[in-house]
């Protein structure tokens, strides 16, 4: 028989794509799932009608309470399952506890002469991911691509030399550009990296014009082969780009971005739409080189002219809500970057900063000691995207395809790119010091 809880949660399970995590008295987490369509899957659990396998209907006798988590479409559904599932290790999901994992790309952005690799774990390692994919060849596709386009290697040195290339002939079949040899400069190497780390954000969509242009010649031409795998290139590179980067226009693009703004303002409970947004995070290296950056966005766009970073000075290690605090103060009473366009007494209208409660609350303890009492702050825990509230509201968890989710995790994902690229700048300075010290 269905409890009146399920029969009430049940009216407001939406027409749409997304996952579901059925629940025990206890508050366990017994079973995911997801759906196409998640009130015509979750309701088909608990109709009088139902004929379960004996494993579905124990699980329908113990669940208490469930909850529901909307996503753009079907791969976005599949791939939050799988993560809900390494994550909570619900009871009856037998069939996905044999921890496999979807593959994902990994570029080795703190080796001296970076590459990309497949790897089936992200972790929280300063390298850039991007990632997983349902799809291991589309991974694999992209990965040989853009090691051919921008001349990457493929060797598993750490710094290739003549040794290595004995027995290589990737220069010669794979237009690696063989730094082994010293055909390149490190400085060379590493733009090309980071702007093959830019086509697979979404952030050249030129490139993919080029393929489809030679897809299109070849096929006019009569080479049916070569266009055919072009297509299939193609097709590839769309999966693996598309998460980060849809086509729209400018003026649709503007009208998401003023919609975000709005549906966070309601959200969160501000009484208009956030301009000005300023966003922190922390990095560090097993505590070594502590920094911190500041990126701002203005009427929802990033805009990098206002963008701080910080070196941390009065805190040892990794304490990352301490090392905030101290960014706080230094934001508001001077500026720290010189070049940067002067903050001056600009307030934001939101400040978010990355991380959970006490993160946040060490940046409002920083706030009050400086007497500013009037900044909208919330925290974004990177785990399940939470908005986090320290005024006793309970965490808010966005749709997955809000716009106004978009709006915040856009903004950290910038704040954390601009914290790792000033980390990755100050190690490689401390590396060439020690060597010419040496």
């Keep these: 028989m269905v409890s009146e809880l399920i029969r009430q949660r049940l009216k407001d399970v939406p027409n749409r794509p997304g996952c579901y995590l059925m629940r025990d008295r206890r508050g366990v987490i017994i079973y995911v799932g997801k759906a196409k369509n998640l009130r015509r899957r979750v309701s088909s659990y608990f109709r009088a009608s139902a004929n379960h396998a004996p494993k579905v209907r124990s ?30 290790k619900p009871h009856f999901n037998i069939l996905m506890r044999d921890d496999k994992r979807y593959l994902a790309l990994r570029g080795e952005c703190a080796a001296p002469w970076p590459r990309f690799t497949c790897v089936r774990a992200v972790k929280d390692d300063g390298a850039r991911y991007f990632g997983p994919f349902p799809s291991s060849p589309v991974v694999r596709v992209a990965k040989d691509f853009v090691e051919k386009r921008y001349g990457i290697r493929e060797c598993k040195a750490d710094c290739p030399c003549e ?7 990737a220069d010669v079949i794979r237009t690696c550009s063989a730094p082994c040899l010293g055909r390149i400069s490190q400085d060379e190497y590493r733009a090309r990296f980071d702007e093959a780390c ?23 031409k009569g080479r049916y ?3 055919a795998r072009l297509r299939d290139t193609l097709f590839a590179l769309k999966e ?10 400018p003026e649709m693009r503007r009208r998401n971005v003023e919609q975000g703004l709005a ?24 505590g070594t080189h502590s920094v911190a950056s500041l990126v701002i966005a203005r009427d929802g766009m990033p805009d990098k002219r206002y963008y701080r970073h910080f070196r941390i000075k009065t805190i040892e290690g990794a304490d990352d809500p301490r090392s905030m605090a101290e960014v706080v103060r230094r934001r508001f009473t001077h500026d720290d970057t010189p070049g940067a366009k002067p903050l001056g007494l600009q307030k934001p209208d939101l400040f978010i900063c990355d991380g959970g409660i006490t993160q946040l609350r060490a940046t409002r303890a920083a706030l009050a000691e400086l007497g500013i009492n009037d900044i909208p702050t919330i925290g974004l825990a990177e785990r399940q995207e939470e908005i986090v ?4 509201r309970e965490n808010l968890l966005l749709p997955r395809d809000s716009e106004a989710l978009f709006v915040c995790t856009r903004l950290r994902d910038e704040a954390h790119r601009f914290a790792i690229t000033y980390h990755r700048h100050l190690r490689e300075k401390d590396l060439r010091d020690r060597l010419k010290n040496a």
Aim: negative net charge; proline residues 4%.
């Design 263 to 286: 549906e966070l303002a309601e959200a969160i409970g501000l009484t208009a739409p956030p301009r000005w947004i300023e966003c922190c995070d922390i990095s560090n290296l097993f």
């Design 225 to 227: 082969e070569e266009a």
């Design 389 to 392: 509230f320290d005024d006793g």
């Design 198 to 220: 830019e086509f697979l954000s979404g952030h050249r969509p030129a490139v993919l014009q080029e393929v489809d242009a030679e897809m299109r010649e070849a096929a006019a």
């Design 59 to 88: 699980m329908v006798d113990t669940v208490y309470d469930f909850e529901w988590m909307t996503v753009k479409n079907d791969a976005e559904a599949l791939l939050t399952e799988a993560t809900l599932i390494k994550r909570h």
């Design 240 to 249: 693996m780009t598309k998460a980060h980067f849809v086509r729209t226009p």
């Design 163 to 169: 040794e290595d290339h004995r027995h290589c002939i």
